[in-house]
């Protein structure tokens, strides 16, 4: 079955430094999403991307971070100078976009654990 | 006011028993409902997905919607050890857009 794959699967940094998590998106789908889990809280949308360009962005998708499909597999998430508090689990996720009522089955991988010290 | 709310459990039900999870949410303009399956640090896991009021059915999955209630329901019937997981309701009124539950967590004992 196919699937979207994550890496690194645990990035330890620490705080003010660049973190790139990337993404490999099921290969025929079009429409990208990052989504963060803070341990013992929600899962929360922060962005999403099609055409290579946002759609959409949350209050947390602030300027530090940053979105980006450098070729044709990859969908990748900057922060540019991280603080403690993104701290979190990062889940990429992809959607086929086959019609509106599709629209919202998105599959999520196993995500990326990011610990800033 | 929170626009999901699911209550966090833990829920402990024998297995065997029906697993009954529930969501409330505030705004009518959600039109679409779905329920995610998470294990221990793994992403969410799509179960079941539903754009209308009413009933559907999976295997031992049954999804309920009741948009005039603003209340969604998973039901697992026959549980088994492997179902114990957290699962999370998601709602959404745009593309990819999805407000989650706080999830609830079900252990499932043998």
């Not at chain 1, 963060?36 to 959409?56: A, P």
């Not at chain 2, 024998?14 to 529930?22: D, H, K, Q, R, T």
């Not at chain 2, 009518?28 to 640090?41: C, D, K, L, V």
């Amino acid at each position: 079955e196919p699937e979207v794959t994550q890496t690194p699967s645990h990035q330890v940094t620490q705080m003010g430094q660049e973190v790139i998590l990337r993404c490999v998106p099921i290969s025929n789908h079009l429409y990208f999403y990052w989504y963060r889990q803070i341990l013992g809280q929600k899962v929360e949308f922060l962005v999403s991307f099609y055409n290579n360009e946002i759609s959409e962005k949350s209050e947390i998708f602030d300027d530090q971070f940053s979105v980006e499909r450098p070729d044709g597999s990859n969908f990748t998430l900057k922060i540019r100078s991280t603080k403690l508090e993104d701290s979190a689990m990062y889940f990429c996720a992809s959607n086929a976009g086959q019609g509106r009522s599709g629209a919202n089955v998105l599959t999520f991988g196993a995500g990326s654990r990011l610990t800033v010290l | 006011q929170k626009e999901v709310e699911q209550d966090p459990g833990p829920l402990s039900v024998p297995e065997g028993a029906i697993v009954s999870l529930n969501c409330t949410y505030s705004n009518s303009a959600f039109q679409y409902f779905m329920w995610y399956r998470q294990y221990s640090r793994k992403g969410p896991e799509l179960l079941m997905y539903t754009y209308s009021s009413g009933n559907k059915e999976d295997g031992r999955f049954t999804a309920q919607v009741d948009k005039s209630s603003k209340y969604i329901s998973l039901f697992i019937r026959d549980s088994q050890p492997s179902d114990s997981a957290t699962y999370l309701c998601a709602i959404s009124d745009s593309w990819g857009k999805l407000q989650f539950g706080a999830g609830t967590q079900v252990v499932v004992t043998p």
